[in-house]
């Protein structure tokens, strides 16, 4: 009966239909709570990760990073001094905080200066504790200050003839030099420009670690050529022909990385670039064309929740959840993307935020944020399931459970690799397979329990650490993960759809018929 015809009837009858009414859209948002918008009970989710596409990670495609100048000195990258005149290496004293010395015969954390990239051709240097290496009032080096100037800035000067030969010019216009071991200061000229090793300005340079991610793609580049850049590679690495594929192979949904700038679109802070809104737009149109479900994944979150270049990080250093503001921030991406696609039938989840890192972030923190999070979601949509991922690291696989059960529609996000760990180097074929089949069934049996959140397995790959593999041998290993991630209550995400690495490519992996769904 249509509601305008409501008003011939007597007020006690139209309260008898108002409550009427009012009980089956109830029911029906009960019914849709249970089992997602407009599915059944037996629905599992199939997805592909588009990782790479509008969050960098450069293992994915690290041709986007060629052309950036100087591209050996990213964000985050590690340098490692060794003096040639003492032959030790150069050292934060007490990890910061005090001089720098040059009396170390082996290099480890102390002994480790991450880049931050103020251009192409200078940097500061951050040291264990966070200080940046300067210069003080009697040209001594130093690393005191907590946040970098004008004498905590560097030009690192290379050989030709051999890069790995350095010098490391101060703004003062002398070049550091090491008088003793414990002595080093910024007062050494040009000299005969010789790069002998009786040179005490001269460092043999070494790299521990670094980063591609995008912080480090944007401020690589610098703010003329980063948005042509990246605006480029939203455009073409993922395209509407990817979404037809996705569905004709038997995919329903898509988990889509983003970073918190995408919620300061057009104009994002600095070095980010605005354009992804548009491309995550453009994603949600497509996704509504072929029948395909879209949850929305915050993987990087201000100040970074883990070490990683998927977090955006600038430099290894985990600062979200340490303040209020952070996890504020995140709340209000998170509303931010909730209330843009609310209304759009593809929305099927968001993920408050990816791999969290313990002990950094305590539980206490994901709790807070969590609940928080939740809200915002809700505060849109009753139908969109809220994906909690687990925290990595040392930390309990079940912490969540009893927190998430009182949410409804909530999913706890776990993710299965055999790699990252030293006891998958030597695993067979055979064993790798046992692992899946009873390890991972463990595992997963452990977080889905009854009357608790749903489980959700939001990463896992096809590839591992045996050495020769067949392609039988693939196709046994994509299968037995097939099977059990399939068990979860929620569903699964295969780790991504595009990536030079072929096995970590669902597109390849498919069409070379690796893996059959």
Same mark, same amino acid.
């Not at 960098?56 to 001094?81: R, V, Y």
């Not at 905080?97 to 192409?120: D, L, Y």
């Not at 420009?193 to 991610?213: A, Q």
């Not at 737009?281 to 070490?307: C, E, M, T």
């Given at each position: ?94 990890? =910061?905080?005090?001089?720098? $010395? &040059? ?7 102390? !002994? @480790? %200066?991450? #880049?931050? +990239? ?18 003080? =009032?009697?040209?001594?080096? $130093? &690393? ?7 004498? !905590? @800035? %560097?030009? #690192?000067? +290379? ?359």
């Amino acid at each position: 009966m249509q509601l305008k015809n409501m008003a011939t009837y007597s007020s006690c009858t139209m309260r008898l239909l108002v409550g009427y009414y009012l009980f089956i859209i109830s029911s029906c948002c009960i019914f849709n709570f249970s089992y997602g918008r407009n599915l059944n009970s037996n629905f599992r989710v199939k997805a592909v990760n588009l990782g790479g596409w509008l969050l960098t990670e450069g293992w994915i495609k690290p041709s986007l990073f060629d052309g950036i100048p100087n591209k050996d000195f990213l964000d985050g990258t590690g340098l490692q001094f060794k003096s040639v005149t003492v032959g030790k290496y150069l050292c934060a004293e007490l990890g =910061g905080g005090n001089i720098i $010395v &040059a009396n170390r015969t082996a290099a480890s954390g102390w !002994e @480790t %200066f991450k #880049i931050w +990239r103020t251009n192409s051709t200078t940097f500061n240097f951050r040291v264990f504790n966070k200080e940046f290496v300067g210069i003080d =009032g009697s040209g001594n080096v $130093v &690393a005191v200050e907590s946040k970098p100037g004008l004498t !905590e @800035t %560097f030009e #690192i000067v +290379r050989n030709s003839d051999d890069p790995s030969r350095v010098r490391i010019k101060s703004t003062n216009g002398f070049f550091l030099q090491v008088k003793t071991e414990e002595l080093v200061t910024a007062d050494r000229n040009g000299g005969n420009g010789g790069w002998g090793d009786d040179d005490p300005s001269v460092f043999i340079m070494k790299t521990s670690g670094r980063l591609e991610g995008e912080f480090q793609i944007t401020n690589g580049y610098g703010p003329i050529m980063a948005p042509q850049v990246m605006r480029e590679h939203w455009r073409t690495f993922i395209v509407e022909e990817d979404f037809r594929f996705i569905k004709s192979n038997g995919l329903n949904a898509v988990r889509i990385p983003v970073g918190w700038w995408i919620a300061s679109d057009p104009t994002p802070p600095k070095p980010y670039v605005g354009g992804s809104l548009h491309a995550l737009d453009n994603a949600f149109l497509w996704a509504r064309k072929y029948g395909l479900k879209v949850i929305i994944d915050l993987h990087a979150a201000p100040g970074s929740q883990n070490p990683w270049e998927h977090s955006a990080n600038r430099d290894g250093t985990i600062e979200w959840g340490k303040t209020d503001d952070t996890i504020q921030q995140t709340v209000e991406v998170i509303d931010f993307l909730t209330a843009r696609y609310a209304k759009n039938p593809s929305l099927f989840a968001v993920e408050l935020i990816n791999e969290p890192l313990a002990p950094e972030v305590t539980f206490d923190m994901v709790k807070k944020y969590y609940q928080a999070g939740y809200n915002a979601v809700r505060k849109h949509s009753s139908t969109a399931y809220v994906v909690m991922s687990n925290r990595l690291g040392p930390s309990d696989p079940t912490e969540l459970l009893t927190f998430a059960s009182g949410l409804k529609g909530s999913v706890i996000d776990v993710h299965y690799y055999n790699l990252f760990s030293d006891m998958f180097d030597n695993m067979s074929v055979q064993q790798n397979l046992d692992f899946v089949n009873t390890n991972r069934s463990a595992q997963l049996n452990t977080v889905t329990q009854s009357n608790g959140p749903i489980t959700f397995v939001g990463e896992w790959v096809a590839e591992w650490q045996v050495r020769d593999a067949t392609k039988e041998d693939y196709q046994k290993f994509a299968q037995a993960q097939l099977e059990v991630f399939g068990r979860a209550t929620f569903g699964w995400a295969y780790w991504t759809l595009k990536n030079e690495n072929n096995h970590w490519s669902m597109e390849w992996m498919i069409k070379n018929g690796y893996i059959k769904l």
